[in-house]
């Protein structure tokens, strides 16, 4: 199975600030890469799929790049709403496997 | 709209069997390939399985693998996961989900609870 490492597992950040979340994959994938947002007691919400396309209806601050093995997820311009977990996520082969998330908490 | 509504989850003993059941509707439900994940309390996402949408071809991890039997009844818009010899570590809430992989339809269920606990 694919192994999906993202870093940090968790940080501290204020609103208004530009962070960024990687996620590293065990072997290539191309650009078979989903990200997801969770919040506690919801199900996860897809932001960005193959690698750097975003959802309808996420919005613009949020941004994605990479293929390979090498992915990031950005937020330009923190805002409250964004404080949650965010997972990634390899659709490239079987089993799918997800990064063991990062939460983003309030500074 | 699209809803997909988990059913199922009760508390078993290690060992037990318990079949969970997912109602899709909302969308042509044999047009798509559906997926099980799970998320152990307090971490994070695992995916379990998937069953493509004719029921020809199913996918395990490995962690379930042998265990878990994934089905559907397309005449029901229904979703199942058979789950046998089961653990404490499946101890988790399993969502039933449409993962979009490169199309934006991307939907999740709220979940139902399993516990393993003896």
């Known amino acids: 199975a694919i192994r999906m490492t993202q870093s940090p597992s968790s940080f501290s950040a204020s609103t208004g600030d530009r962070v960024t979340i990687t996620c590293r994959a065990s072997?290539?994938?191309?650009?078979?890469l989903a990200w997801y947002q969770q919040k506690p007691g919801k199900a996860p919400k897809l932001l960005i799929y193959a690698a750097s396309t975003l959802q309808s209806g996420v919005p613009s601050r949020f941004s994605g790049s990479g293929s390979g093995t090498d992915f990031t997820l950005t937020i330009s311009c923190l805002q409250s709403e964004d404080f949650a977990t965010y997972y990634c996520q390899q659709y490239y082969s079987y089993p799918f496997t997800f990064g063991q998330g990062t939460r983003l908490e309030i500074k | 709209e699209v809803q997909l509504v988990e059913s199922g989850g009760v508390v078993v003993q290690p060992g037990g069997s318990l079949r969970l059941s997912c109602a899709a509707s909302g969308f042509t439900f044999d047009d798509y390939t559906m997926h099980w994940v799970r998320q152990a309390p307090g971490k994070g996402l695992e995916w379990v399985s998937l069953i493509s949408w004719d029921g020809g071809s199913t996918y395990y991890a490995d962690s379930v693998k042998g265990r878990f039997t994934i089905s559907r009844d397309n005449s029901k818009n229904s979703l199942y996961l058979q789950m046998n010899s089961l653990r404490t570590e499946d101890t988790a809430l399993y969502y039933c989900?449409?993962?979009?992989?490169?199309?934006?339809?991307?939907?999740w269920g709220q979940g139902t609870l399993v516990t393993v606990s003896s």
């Open positions: 072997q290539g994938i191309s650009s078979y």
């Open positions: 989900a449409i993962l979009g992989g490169d199309r934006p339809f991307d939907y």
